[in-house]
């Protein structure tokens, strides 16, 4: 399956970008400067330029699933957390539906489940990924939304902690490739469409952690 990744420069991103590879799809990493180009393609994916704040529905195109994992990150203001964050997902949705491109997995955040929690600081952080997972829940995509908590660089163990619903209780903080191979994971099971998956650090492999349970 071709793949495009929004946001295959990042943390999530790049861990993604090899692990679908390693899982014999052809992945599209999709980067705004052309000096990330090689990144991609030692890890085994085709670069393609494409800015959330300018032009990037060329770069997804022939791709069967796009996986958004762009971010504005903790260094900038809120303005980009709307541009990126909420509008570069909204439009990343948009995109595909226009062209045609069924299959859509988000990374979300733990926290987007109750956006008015504390700390006071992140609501808005909270409030734009909540929207982006309403729009897209909305879309008629066949959609994946996970939401991690905290994100580490530790290596991945290929085991998680995933909930289905929201009990309010946060875990233990999960490493980006943990969260990368879940994508892959998601990807290949269909039961995974439709559905909100909280992610945690755990001792579940990770293909039976997001088996949904009727
Ligand atoms: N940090 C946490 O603990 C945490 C917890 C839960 C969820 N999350 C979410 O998980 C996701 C991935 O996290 P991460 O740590 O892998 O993120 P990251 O390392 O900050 O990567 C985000 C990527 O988005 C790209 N990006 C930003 N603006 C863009 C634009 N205008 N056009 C195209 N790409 C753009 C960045 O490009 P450049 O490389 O060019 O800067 C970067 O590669 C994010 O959505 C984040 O909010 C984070």
């Given at each position: 399956?071709?793949?495009?990744?929004?946001?295959?420069n990042?943390?999530?991103?790049?861990e993604?970008?090899?692990?679908?590879?390693?899982?014999?799809?052809?992945?599209?990493?999709?980067?705004?400067?052309?000096?990330?180009?090689?990144?991609?393609?030692?890890?085994?994916?085709?670069?393609?330029l494409?800015?959330?704040?300018?032009?990037?529905?060329?770069?997804l195109?022939?791709?069967?699933?796009?996986?958004?994992?762009?971010?504005?990150?903790?260094?900038?203001?809120?303005?980009?957390?709307?541009?990126?964050?909420?509008?570069?997902?909204?439009?990343?949705?948009?995109?595909?539906?226009?062209?045609?491109?069924?299959?859509?997995?988000?990374?979300?955040?733990?926290?987007?489940?109750?956006?008015?929690?504390?700390?006071?600081?992140?609501?808005?952080?909270?409030?734009?990924?909540?929207?982006?997972?309403?729009y897209?829940?909305?879309?008629?995509l066949?959609?994946?939304?996970l939401?991690?908590?905290?994100?580490?660089?530790?290596?991945?163990?290929?085991?998680?902690?995933?909930?289905?619903?929201?009990?309010?209780?946060?875990?233990?903080?999960?490493?980006?490739?943990?969260v990368?191979?879940?994508?892959?994971?998601?990807?290949?099971?269909?039961?995974?469409?439709?559905?909100?998956i909280?992610?945690?650090?755990?001792?579940?492999?990770?293909?039976?952690?997001?088996?949904?349970?009727?």
């Amino acid at each position: 399956m071709q793949v495009a990744v929004i946001g295959a420069n990042g943390g999530i991103g790049r861990e993604l970008v090899s692990r679908l590879a390693d899982a014999g799809h052809d992945p599209i990493g999709v980067v705004r400067d052309e000096s990330q180009f090689d990144t991609v393609r030692e890890r085994g994916g085709e670069p393609r330029l494409g800015d959330l704040e300018g032009e990037f529905a060329p770069a997804l195109r022939g791709a069967d699933a796009v996986v958004f994992t762009a971010g504005s990150g903790g260094d900038t203001g809120w303005d980009e957390t709307l541009l990126i964050d909420l509008w570069g997902a909204r439009r990343s949705i948009d995109a595909c539906v226009e062209h045609g491109i069924d299959r859509f997995v988000i990374i979300s955040a733990y926290s987007a489940s109750e956006p008015l929690a504390e700390p006071e600081a992140l609501r808005p952080y909270r409030v734009a990924k909540r929207c982006a997972d309403d729009y897209l829940e909305r879309s008629p995509l066949d959609a994946t939304i996970l939401r991690p908590t905290t994100l580490t660089d530790e290596a991945g163990t290929g085991h998680v902690s995933a909930a289905f619903d929201y009990r309010g209780e946060d875990g233990d903080a999960i490493p980006r490739a943990d969260v990368a191979q879940t994508v892959v994971a998601c990807l290949a099971n269909e039961e995974t469409v439709g559905e909100t998956i909280r992610l945690f650090g755990g001792d579940t492999p990770i293909e039976n952690a997001i088996r949904p349970t009727d």
